[in-house]
């Protein structure tokens, strides 16, 4: 049963950081480029971090680039979004998600190209 897991939100003051892991289970971790997306309350779901397939090359959006870093642990199949600085903007519900198909990832990362997708974790960053 393939699966991804999230964990690690949370509450945190602005200027806190937290890192986001996501555990893939029934797949091969290097078969796939990895995206963490986000969705806030009334807003669609965009697409933050990704990192891709061949682990050569990551994508940052540009209101996370600099404060967000993408990373993964194949030996531990986890892939981690470490997020510091972080704005009362970046409170969300995070979700990692699984790409077969794209070995780069693209600007942005499009959602309707990921096969499989976490039960995302929620982030609040206030005061």
């Known amino acids: 049963q393939v699966q991804f897991v999230e964990s690690g939100g949370g509450l945190v003051q602005p200027g806190g950081s937290l890192r986001l892991s996501c555990a893939a289970s029934?797949?091969?971790?290097?078969?796939?480029?990895i995206g963490w997306f986000r969705q806030a309350p009334g807003k669609e779901r965009e697409g933050v971090s990704c990192?891709?397939?061949?682990?050569?090359?990551?994508y940052s959006a540009d209101s996370v680039k600099g404060r967000f870093t993408i990373s993964t642990d194949n030996a531990k199949k986890t892939v981690y979004l470490q997020m510091n600085s972080l704005e009362p903007g970046d409170t969300a519900v995070y979700y990692c998600?699984?790409?077969?198909?794209?070995?780069?990832?693209?600007?942005?990362?499009?959602?309707?190209?990921?096969?499989?997708w976490g039960q995302g974790t929620q982030v609040t960053v206030s005061s």
């Open positions: 998600a699984a790409n077969l198909m794209r070995v780069l990832c693209t600007d942005p990362p499009r959602q309707y190209e990921y096969d499989y």
């Open positions: 990192i891709s397939k061949i682990r050569s090359s990551t």
């Open positions: 029934g797949v091969t971790l290097n078969d796939y480029a």
